[in-house]
């Protein structure tokens, strides 16, 4: 109903002559490019049956385009056989083998053109069902204007072939037989090019048909020219199909299928399925562009999936939404689903009635729409892209351009693909996979480190090298990566660790596990640790795969960064007590070097100490074990607690390590000062002890011991 109510108000709206007479021209050229498909694809020993062959390919184009005009996103959306489709349909019939009969080679090619329709039609809705449009939704800006200027190209060309103007005519073109041709389809074509860039009304194309049209009859009727003589020079359509050939053969015809030379055209079939699939998507992709209309892919594979297959259960071929025709209701307001609706009674009176109705078009009329279409999309995509498109990506777009007018479509789409694919690797290569690089000097673990310990990392954390990656690991981007981490210990830097962190890395290559193999082999060389976190499982099986069993054991991962950290820094730490301890008076350095620190902490803890003797009568102790929970997420707090004895850590949601609590610490302080849930986790590393401040204590303190609970504040607030 909401349908039918859509067709009504289009009706009454402002659009329907626009819609009117754009369907009207898009229905003249299409049946006339369907009827020329036709031509191609029964031709040769199909011949005999060029009538019921061309009425099969004009019923898809008209099935396709009607049904998509009712159930696309884009609501000016007109559909016919794509170009590529069309060229997979002709060597289709051109393999299929020698029969017996001519009807049994029209039979079994009429067969492998139906099943084709249907089997793309279930593949689309397939695609549209699971929603995998997204696959191949993302089609580079160069690859999309290259396909819509090559496709101006075209269109301006085959304008030119249809009023006879060739390469091959060139040296006749200023004739009086052929510039009468010609040249009125190329002036209606650039004029009307140039009156709608200067005046942006819907009135102007059907105002202009209907002026030329009578202009032509006009002067037929003035000089005597009948319509068959007009038609024998070129001045009017001269159709080949007649009427009521639809359906193309009857049931019983099936009788004559050979069977297995319709299985043998299986991988023609997939053929013209996957060209289907990308002529769909350079279409929407091309259209989206020009238009700046986000369409929804998934809803747009739906509706030319239910039209091929609706198609091709009618005996016709497959169909999809054309940009070429589509642009049309976009240039002329005509985005209406009546347009589409016109553009099919006019290609379904050709079912009906033959091509006769056809006969009465000027040919330059029709060749001057499509030259004039042609120039439009040239000027948006070559002339005026120049201005907003980089070099590069304007290079490419010409390229395209120029090998699809060339070599064809596909040809270009797929030059325009893997150029495109090398300079994005190229450039990808050159953002560098190093988000950040420290040492343990500057970036130290969450675990709580006494004071002496510190220091020394202070002086050693030079010997530890971290490096934070983030991207894509690929063969281009995978080779500066491995250069820059060698670059670690080379000269007088000292590095004994290298971290590597793999949190922010979003995939690899093959490549990428070879670079990483030999990096491993060079570090061990030069006697430097790699330390590997937050690796992918994938990643991890390729190293161990590809590398010696001692080397892999060499290695060490971790889950993050963190714990990494903390192993190099144990490690040091270790080494630097190690070396020495041979020494004599190391100690007394060491303690001269942290006495600062020392006292300050030695008084904090005298503080922290009194403090909770002072407290005593009132806290509650608390113990835990290794690995308990002391806080959990979301948790409300019952008081405050205060960390007397052992370590604990404080972890996020995501289990990230935030930071480590050690003697003289408040665990969620916030809870001091009322009803609190906690945002962070803290889990006990070794057995701990705390002491509870309970919220009824605290308020009697508050309003008893003011001097004592303002103690407490002051040392939450100083700490």
């Given at each position: ?8 108000a289009d009706?009454l709206?402002?659009?329907?002559l626009?819609?009117?007479?754009v ?9 006339a490019?369907?009827?020329?498909v ?7 020993p199909?011949?005999?049956?060029l009538s ?10 008209f099935a396709v385009?009607?049904v ?6 884009y609501?000016?959306a007109?559909?016919m056989?794509?170009?590529?489709s ?12 020698e029969?017996d ?11 492998v053109?139906i099943a ?9 809705l397939?695609?549209g069902h699971?929603?995998?449009a ?6 580079p ?5 290259g396909f819509?200027?090559g496709?101006?190209v075209?269109l ?9 103007a060739?390469?091959e ?6 004739e009086?037989?052929?510039?009468w041709?010609w ?18 009304s ?5 105002a202009?048909l209907?002026?030329?049209a ?5 002067v037929?009727a003035v ?35 050979d069977?297995a030379?319709?299985?043998a055209q ?22 989206e ?8 892919w998934?809803r ?8 091929s ?7 016709g ?13 976009h ?6 689903r ?8 006019v290609?379904?009176s050709v ?5 006769s109705i056809l006969?009465?078009?000027p ?11 042609g ?12 201005k ?5 990506e304007?290079?490419i777009?010409?390229l395209?351009?120029?090998?699809i007018?060339?070599?064809g ?8 693909m893997?150029i495109?694919?090398?300079?994005f690797a190229?450039?990808?290569?050159r953002?560098?996979l ?7 000097r ?15 990392l ?19 981007s995978?080779?500066?990566?491995i250069?820059?981490?060698r670059q670690s210990?080379s000269g ?13 890395v ?9 670079g ?11 006697g430097v ?13 390729g ?17 993050d ?6 192993h190099c ?6 080494a ?5 301890s ?9 303690l001269?070097?942290?006495a600062?620190d020392?006292e ?19 806290l ?5 074990d290794?690995g308990d929970a ?12 205060l ?6 850590s ?8 935030l930071f ?14 009322g009803a ?9 590393d070794?057995p ?11 308020l009697?303190?508050?309003?008893h011991?003011e001097?004592?609970?303002?103690k ?8």
């Amino acid at each position: 109903m909401n349908l039918i109510a859509e067709l009504r108000a289009d009706l009454l709206s402002t659009k329907r002559l626009s819609a009117l007479s754009v369907g009207l021209v898009v229905g003249i050229i299409g049946s006339a490019y369907l009827i020329s498909v036709g031509a191609l694809v029964f031709s040769g020993p199909l011949a005999p049956f060029l009538s019921q062959g061309t009425i099969m390919v004009v019923f898809g184009g008209f099935a396709v385009c009607l049904v998509i005009a009712l159930t696309s996103g884009y609501r000016g959306a007109l559909s016919m056989v794509a170009v590529p489709s069309a060229m997979v349909l002709v060597a289709i019939a051109a393999t299929i083998g020698e029969q017996d009969t001519a009807l049994a080679h029209f039979m079994t090619a009429a067969t492998v053109v139906i099943a084709g329709s249907v089997a793309t039609g279930i593949c689309f809705l397939l695609v549209g069902h699971f929603r995998l449009a997204k696959l191949i939704q993302f089609i580079p800006y160069s690859v999309a204007g290259g396909f819509i200027a090559g496709t101006g190209v075209m269109l301006c060309t085959a304008a030119l072939s249809l009023m006879g103007a060739t390469l091959e005519t060139l040296p006749t073109l200023l004739e009086p037989a052929s510039l009468w041709r010609w040249a009125p389809g190329v002036v209606y074509g650039l004029g009307l090019f140039l009156v709608t860039k200067r005046w942006k009304s819907h009135f102007i194309l059907p105002a202009s048909l209907l002026l030329v049209a009578g202009l032509y009859h006009l002067v037929f009727a003035v000089i005597g020219l009948s319509g068959d003589e007009a038609r024998a020079a070129g001045l009017l359509f001269a159709g080949t199909a007649t009427g009521g050939l639809w359906p193309p053969f009857e049931l019983r015809d099936l009788a004559h299928v050979d069977w297995a030379e319709v299985a043998a055209q299986v991988p023609n079939v997939l053929t013209l399925i996957v060209v289907t699939l990308i002529a769909v998507a350079m279409h929407l992709s091309g259209l989206e562009l020009a238009t700046n209309v986000e369409l929804d892919w998934n809803r747009e594979f739906r509706a030319a999936g239910g039209a091929s297959a609706i198609a091709g259960l009618g005996a016709g071929s497959v169909g999809s939404l054309l940009f070429t025709f589509s642009i049309l209701s976009h240039r002329f307001g005509a985005d209406t689903r009546l347009t589409g609706v016109v553009t099919a009674m006019v290609v379904g009176s050709v079912v009906l009635l033959g091509d006769s109705i056809l006969n009465l078009v000027p040919l330059p009329l029709i060749a001057g729409s499509l030259f004039f279409l042609g120039l439009d999309l040239l000027d948006e995509w070559i002339m005026k892209s120049r201005k907003r498109s980089p070099w590069a990506e304007y290079a490419i777009l010409l390229l395209i351009a120029v090998t699809i007018v060339s070599f064809g479509f596909l040809e270009g789409v797929g030059v325009g693909m893997v150029i495109t694919m090398v300079f994005f690797a190229v450039r990808l290569s050159r953002v560098g996979l190093i988000e950040a690089s420290f040492t343990a000097r500057e970036h130290h673990s969450k675990r709580s480190r006494p004071i002496p310990d510190r220091a020394i990392l202070r002086t050693e954390g030079e010997r530890i090298q971290g490096f934070r990656l983030r991207g894509y690991m690929f063969f281009g981007s995978v080779g500066p990566l491995i250069d820059r981490l060698r670059q670690s210990w080379s000269g007088d830097r000292r590095r004994d660790y290298i971290l590597l962190d793999f949190g922010g890395v979003s995939g690899f290559d093959f490549s990428s596990i070879s670079g990483l193999c030999r990096f491993v082999h060079a570090a061990r060389s030069a006697g430097v640790q790699v330390v590997f976190c937050a690796l992918a499982k994938e990643l991890r099986n390729g190293l161990a795969r590809n590398l010696p069993a001692p080397v892999y054991d060499d290695l060490r991962f971790e889950p993050d960064a963190d714990h990494a950290l903390e192993h190099c820094e144990d490690e040091v730490l270790a080494a630097w007590r190690s070396d020495r301890s041979k020494e004599d008076g190391w100690g007394n350095a060491l303690l001269e070097r942290v006495a600062g620190d020392m006292e300050r902490h030695l008084d904090r803890q005298v503080l922290f100490e009194a403090m909770v003797d002072e407290l005593h009568d009132w806290l509650e102790p608390r113990d835990y074990d290794a690995g308990d929970a002391i806080v959990l997420i979301g948790e409300q707090q019952n008081g405050l607690q205060l960390l007397v004895r052992g370590q604990a850590s404080a972890y996020d949601a995501k289990g990230t390590r935030l930071f480590q609590c050690g003697p003289g610490d408040a665990i969620e302080p916030r809870s001091a000062f009322g009803a609190y849930a906690a945002e962070t986790a803290m889990v006990a590393d070794q057995p701990c002890r705390t002491m509870l401040l309970s919220p009824p204590a605290r308020l009697w303190l508050e309003e008893h011991e003011e001097q004592l609970i303002l103690k407490l504040y002051r040392y939450l607030f100083t700490v």
